[in-house]
């Protein structure tokens, strides 16, 4: 179970800093730079932020009970991977602009978060 924390830890990097920069590298001198202009955003950039905000609107939630599991010998390591799945099939699916599935792979990674409180009671 430890490493699927390591592994959403991950994915949240990957979502915060690599995205956004890989998709923002046409400014390269405006990332260099002391930024003390605005940078206008292409649709990606802005698509990856919002999925990483949302992201982290569900981390500590997803953390919390990752580590209760782990300290109550619950076994919740489908559901935290199931978790994991979601949440990079979400980053995807609102980068690539498929609203409808997008929603349904939120809904499931709720739906994970659920289970999982619900198996340490």
């Known amino acids: 179970m430890t490493y699927l924390i390591v592994m959403a830890l991950l994915l949240t990097l990957v979502q915060i800093s690599l995205l956004p920069l890989m998709f923002n590298l046409s400014n390269i001198e405006y990332l260099l730079g002391n930024r003390d202009e605005p940078n206008p ?3 990606l950039v802005s698509r990856a932020k919002r999925a990483a905000n949302n992201l982290l609107e569900s981390l ?3 953390l919390a009970l990752a580590i209760l599991s782990i300290v109550l ?3 919740n390591s489908d559901l935290m991977l199931y978790w994991l799945v979601l949440r990079a099939a979400y980053t995807v699916s609102y980068l690539i602009g498929i609203t409808y599935l ?3 792979l939120w809904f499931g990674s709720v739906g994970c978060l659920i289970m999982m409180a619900l198996a340490l009671l």
Do not use: A, K
Request: charge should be negative.
């Open 73 to 75: 010998s619950v076994d």
């Open 41 to 43: 955003e292409s649709v």
């Open 60 to 62: 500590p939630s997803f």
């Open 102 to 104: 997008r929603t349904l």
